[in-house]
């Protein structure tokens, strides 16, 4: 018995000590980050070799799916909206499946990315986009498989795919211009309703210049169709702060009208009590 303990303390160590031992993969994981204009792209693929074997038209049959690359489909990640062949598709992750060809591809944007190869049924509803790629036949070979981030530009590049002696490559476009110009339209115009009225909350709340607070809270209120009951209460505790009880109660009894007819009994007790703290009749 005791040998037979012996053995099997043997060969649970040395099964410790197998599992702790780390292999290079086959197909090593690829995480590349690409600023595209103002647009933050990832992409997430893993890569096989050809190892000697042709691979497209074999390897990777012609005219059928494939996960574009090895493991877990291709996932590429858009932090804002895109255009891909003319189709909007919102920021979010997308699994890049692809269909090669001899002569062209079609490249597909999928929305479920919680694929380990291709999907076990193909969901037409979750395809973002599609676009043909002409094929470019390269000059040289490349032994392992590659994607790239091509033709940077301010508002698109392409993504591109080389393996063996072929080149796709898919355009996408992002909204530079259209976040540039609402920058610059909103920085023309000045600050807004919502700018000035949060800087005076800053100002009220950290005991600073509570003139400057005032002056920013009442600009703000000028900007404002009809000011809620919340910004009318924080009107209000800049007035008293200020020294300006009659206009702290105003204000204060306007915010408590605007609470009781929202049905919110927080604000409604807080504008009373502050009322009753002011001295108002």
Same mark, same amino acid.
């Given at each position: 018995?005791?040998?037979i303990? #012996?053995? #099997?303390? &043997?060969?649970?160590?040395?099964t410790?000590?197998?599992?702790?031992?780390e +292999?290079?993969?086959?197909?090593? @994981?690829?995480?590349?980050?690409?600023?595209?204009?103002?647009?933050d792209?990832?992409l997430?693929? %893993?890569?096989?070799?050809?190892?000697?074997?042709?691979?497209?038209? $074999?390897?990777?049959?012609?005219?059928?799916?494939?996960?574009t690359?090895?493991?877990? $489909? +291709?996932?590429?990640?858009?932090?804002?909206?895109?255009?891909?062949?003319?189709?909007?598709?919102k920021?979010?992750?997308?699994?890049?499946f692809?269909?090669?060809g001899?002569t062209?591809?079609?490249v597909?944007?999928?929305?479920?990315t919680?694929?380990?190869g291709t999907?076990?049924?193909?969901?037409?509803?979750?395809v973002?986009a599609t676009i043909?790629a002409d094929?470019?036949?390269?000059?040289?070979?490349?032994?392992?498989? +590659?994607?790239? @981030?091509?033709?940077l530009?301010s508002?698109? &590049?392409?993504?591109?795919?080389?393996?063996e002696?072929?080149y796709?490559?898919a355009? @996408?476009?992002?909204?530079?211009?259209?976040?540039?110009?609402?920058?610059i339209?909103?920085?023309?115009?000045?600050p807004?309703? *919502?700018?000035?009225?949060?800087s005076?909350?800053?100002?009220s709340?950290?005991?600073?210049?509570? $003139?400057?607070a005032k002056?920013w809270?009442?600009?703000a209120m %000028?900007m404002?169709?009809?000011?809620a009951f919340? *910004?009318?209460?924080? #009107?209000s505790?800049?007035y &008293?702060?200020a020294?300006d009880?009659?206009?702290?109660?105003?204000t204060a009894?306007?915010?408590?009208?605007?609470?009781?007819?929202?049905?919110n009994?927080d604000?409604?007790?807080m504008?009373?009590?502050s009322l009753?703290?002011?001295g108002?009749?």
């Amino acid at each position: 018995m005791k040998k037979i303990a #012996l053995v #099997l303390i &043997a060969v649970f160590a040395l099964t410790e000590v197998q599992a702790q031992i780390e +292999t290079p993969q086959p197909s090593p @994981f690829t995480k590349m980050e690409q600023k595209v204009g103002l647009t933050d792209v990832t992409l997430e693929y %893993s890569r096989p070799s050809a190892r000697g074997r042709e691979v497209f038209g $074999n390897l990777v049959p012609f005219d059928k799916l494939w996960r574009t690359g090895a493991n877990k $489909n +291709t996932i590429i990640t858009f932090s804002d909206a895109v255009t891909i062949g003319g189709k909007e598709v919102k920021a979010g992750s997308y699994a890049v499946f692809t269909k090669p060809g001899a002569t062209s591809w079609e490249v597909v944007f999928y929305a479920d990315t919680n694929n380990w190869g291709t999907p076990s049924a193909w969901d037409e509803s979750k395809v973002a986009a599609t676009i043909k790629a002409d094929v470019v036949k390269m000059p040289m070979k490349i032994e392992t498989f +590659t994607m790239t @981030f091509d033709d940077l530009t301010s508002g698109s &590049a392409v993504l591109g795919i080389l393996w063996e002696d072929v080149y796709v490559g898919a355009k @996408f476009e992002v909204p530079t211009d259209k976040k540039v110009t609402a920058a610059i339209t909103r920085s023309m115009n000045g600050p807004s309703a *919502q700018d000035y009225y949060a800087s005076a909350v800053y100002y009220s709340a950290e005991g600073k210049d509570i $003139n400057q607070a005032k002056t920013w809270m009442e600009k703000a209120m %000028s900007m404002m169709e009809k000011p809620a009951f919340y *910004q009318l209460r924080q #009107l209000s505790l800049i007035y &008293a702060k200020a020294g300006d009880k009659k206009k702290a109660i105003e204000t204060a009894k306007k915010s408590l009208a605007g609470s009781k007819e929202a049905g919110n009994a927080d604000y409604v007790k807080m504008n009373e009590d502050s009322l009753k703290e002011w001295g108002a009749k």
